[in-house]
T-cell receptor, first 117, second 111 residues
Framework: GAGVSQSPRYKVTKRGQDVALRCDPISGHVSLYWYRQALGQGPEFLTYFNYEAQQDKSGLPNDRFSAERPEGSISTLTIQRTEQRDSAMYRC???????????????FGPGTRLLVL | GEDVEQSLFLSVREGDSSVINCTYT??????LYWYKQEPGAGLQLLTYIFSNMDMKQDQRLTVLLNKKDKHLSLRIADTQTGDSAIYFC???????????FGQGTELSVKP
């Protein structure tokens, strides 16, 4: 079955440009997460959604970063006026919400590697 | 605050056991996870343990949890060259919400 997919896989942009990163979660998964992973570090939480509602955006570093999931499926992470420090791997994950509230595994996509020149 | 610490590198010989260690600070974490990252691939969940358990075994993998010391370890028995990867421990509530990851331990398995 299809896992979490992300596009593009690689993005090179110039400082000051806007970029949009896309995440397509596993079909039927209610929750969708965005993480950022710098080289040599673990993923760092940015934001997450249940359905189309943004539940927590405490990890977004500043107001240049925004995310949406308008129909509760595909999500877009947008970075405006990119800076060199935004260069990183951006990872998306999705999970079910179990009625029994058992452990809900987050399944990760391959990531988008962003390089800001 | 929330923090997860791991040693950065581990090198073992093929066939030996590997032990990767992790410490965490958030005593409210309900689940602790081990993820594996191979080059060009996403993070793959290996195993997880509920915080009221001491040990969990899954084939070659054994997870030990010392809740008093907030110490988690992953033991890989009979390590193979295919086990070479970066291993991340993470903590979370297990019911939605963010995972807090360590910085990863790079495991190198020499033939």
């Amino acid at each position: 079955g299809a896992g979490v997919s992300q596009s593009p896989r690689y993005k090179v942009t110039k400082r000051g440009q806007d970029v949009a990163l896309r995440c397509d979660p596993i079909s039927g998964h209610v929750s969708l997460y965005w993480y950022r992973q710098a080289l040599g570090q673990g993923p760092e939480f940015l934001t997450y959604f249940n359905y189309e509602a943004q539940q927590d955006k405490s990890g977004l570093p500043n107001d240049r970063f925004s995310a949406e999931r308008p129909e509760g499926s595909i999500s877009t992470l947008t970075i405006q006026r990119t800076e060199q420090r935004d260069s990183a791997m951006y990872r998306c994950a999705s999970s079910l919400i179990s009625r029994q509230r058992r452990q809900e595994t987050q399944y990760f996509g391959p990531g988008t590697r962003l390089l800001v020149l | 605050g929330e923090d997860v610490e791991q040693s950065l590198f581990l090198s073992v010989r093929e066939g030996d056991s590997s032990v990767i260690n992790c410490t965490y600070t958030d005593s409210s974490s309900t689940y602790l996870y081990w993820y594996k990252q191979e080059p060009g691939a996403g993070l793959q969940l290996l195993t997880y343990i509920f915080s009221n358990m001491d040990m969990k075994q899954d084939q070659r993998l054994t997870v030990l949890l010392n809740k008093k010391d907030k110490h988690l370890s992953l033991r890989i028995a009979d390590t193979q060259t295919g086990d070479s990867a970066i291993y991340f421990c993470a903590e979370g509530s297990g019911q939605g919400g963010k995972l807090i990851f360590g910085q990863g331990t790079e495991l190198s398995v020499k033939p």
